[in-house]
């Protein structure tokens, strides 16, 4: 298989990615993008599997500290005679501990993601990508040892610390979406993206379901062996060179490489001046970092949520709950994208996002029983996570194609103090929130974000040039 690489004029960050050409639009893209998805499900399951796994995990932990041990495959909050102000106490617990985790895997990558992304243009992304891929492995390896030898919850943390220096779930999020602008045309473009995210939906709904099932029938310490073993796959598949392909020609790391970055980021507001581009580009930011902040903390706030009373999810309902959220939106984000870009703009499939994640937050808030909070909520927000590939995929029609690189170092920076931000804040409000008896304060917030994010959205689409802002593909 060729390189995409041989393809390429010039790969240096502050130019950005070519668009690629028409010999490109064939089987070279296409193989890379299926090799770039069998690494999106090897990384992506074992950590997608350790989000549900963590919560439980150190809730039995701490659980057992207080002398009684949170029974597998049922939830103690069901059975224990103990007074509701303990089991509050550990579910306080709990929540703190998780946003000690949060703190390490999202807020470390805001210091190390944005020079990653930079340091990928000159060793090119596959060294990166190999280094993401062995900080999910000591991660997943650091559980296990916890699980295995009995010590305190918190010596995992060290593990979540090693995998928030390799820049954590959002610089991998960053550099598949760089590699996957790398190599797709322009015209496929949108829809790449939108498969991109309903992949690791796809992974992080079916994955939590399966181990869950499997966590009732073994213990933690085999459910974290299998995690572990998810992860060394994935560096053994990133190490043949012909499997996942080079998009990126390395070259030497120029002596003032900071100050070109910082320039190259500065570029985008000074020289899109024309038809109002600066100032959208500002907007559409903000919303991706609004919808951002809801979406990537709402699951791991629900699963505290429903852990508690009165829900007492089991391990088989925390797995049937992370199928039922993410695989219908898997399924339905690329495919509504597509449709909706034949006939529409694409801020309706903005609307569509908007009104479904509003419904789904408002009516976790108002559920009081698990058929509707399950099952209810969930298919109600199905279209929730639209709107992220839609706003990336404006972002990168709003930008000329030898500006992409400086676009997606300033993508990963405001991706990573999102995400950084909204595990961070949810879990902390939350077991706040909790110990005053008010835990759907949380969701109504949320419900709040959420629908703000219409109203910079309307007048984007109201403002909008008759002309619109797609850029035409360039011939190399």
């Known amino acids: 298989m060729k390189s995409p690489s041989t393809y390429r004029e010039d790969t240096n960050l502050l130019q950005g990615t070519s668009i690629p050409d028409e010999e490109h639009t064939g089987s070279t893209w296409a193989s890379s993008m299926t090799s770039l998805l069998v690494l999106q499900l090897l990384i992506f399951t074992p950590e997608s599997m350790t989000m549900t796994l963590d919560v439980q995990f150190a809730r039995a932990k701490f659980a057992a500290e207080r002398n009684f041990t949170f029974p597998v495959g049922v939830n103690a909050c069901a059975l224990s005679n103990h007074s509701n102000t303990e089991l509050r106490e550990i579910q306080s617990q709990t929540a703190i501990f998780s946003t000690y985790e949060n703190t390490l895997l999202y807020f470390i990558p805001v210091i190390t993601g944005l020079p990653l992304v930079i340091l990928s243009d000159f060793t090119g992304r596959r060294p990166l990508m190999l280094l993401r891929c062995v900080g999910s492995c000591i991660m997943e390896g650091t559980f296990l040892f916890t699980a295995y030898s009995g010590v305190s919850v918190y010596y995992a943390l060290f593990g979540s610390a090693f995998s928030g220096a390799c820049g954590g779930f959002v610089f991998l999020h960053s550099i598949i979406m760089l590699y996957t602008t790398d190599i797709v045309p322009l015209r496929y473009r949108e829809v790449a993206l939108a498969g991109i995210y309903g992949m690791q939906y796809l992974v992080i709904g079916v994955a939590p379901l399966v181990i869950e099932f499997v966590l009732q029938k073994t213990s933690f310490t085999v459910v974290y062996l299998i995690t572990t073993c998810f992860s060394m796959a994935s560096c053994l598949w990133m190490l043949p060179p012909n499997l996942v392909c080079e998009s990126a020609l390395k070259k030497p790391i120029v002596k003032d490489v900071v100050r070109d970055s910082i320039l190259g ?212």
């Open 265 to 476: 980021v500065r570029s985008l507001f000074s020289d899109t001046v024309t038809d109002g581009r600066r100032w959208r580009i500002v907007v559409i930011f903000g919303c991706y970092a609004l919808v951002t902040l809801n979406i990537f903390g709402f699951q791991n706030t629900v699963n505290l949520y429903g852990l508690g009373e009165p829900f007492c999810w089991s391990p088989a309902l925390v797995g049937i709950f992370a199928a039922v959220y993410q695989v219908p939106s898997s399924i339905a984000c690329p495919i509504i994208v597509w449709l909706l870009g034949l006939c529409l703009s694409d801020y309706w499939a903005i609307y569509l996002s908007i009104i479904s994640g509003t419904a789904q937050i408002l009516m976790t808030a108002l559920a009081t029983t698990n058929a509707v909070l399950i099952y209810g909520a969930s298919l109600a927000g199905i279209f929730n996570s639209v709107s992220q590939p839609v706003y990336l995929a404006l972002l990168t029609r709003l930008i000329d194609s030898n500006k992409h690189g400086a676009l997606f170092s300033l993508y990963t920076l405001v991706y990573t103090i999102t995400a950084a931000c909204s595990l961070t804040i949810q879990s902390y409000a939350y077991a706040q929130a909790i110990k005053l008896g008010q835990a759907t304060v949380v969701f109504y917030v949320m419900t709040l974000l959420g629908a703000l994010v219409a109203i910079p959205t309307v007048v984007m689409h109201v403002l909008k040039p008759r002309g619109g802002f797609q850029q035409e593909p360039k011939t190399e």
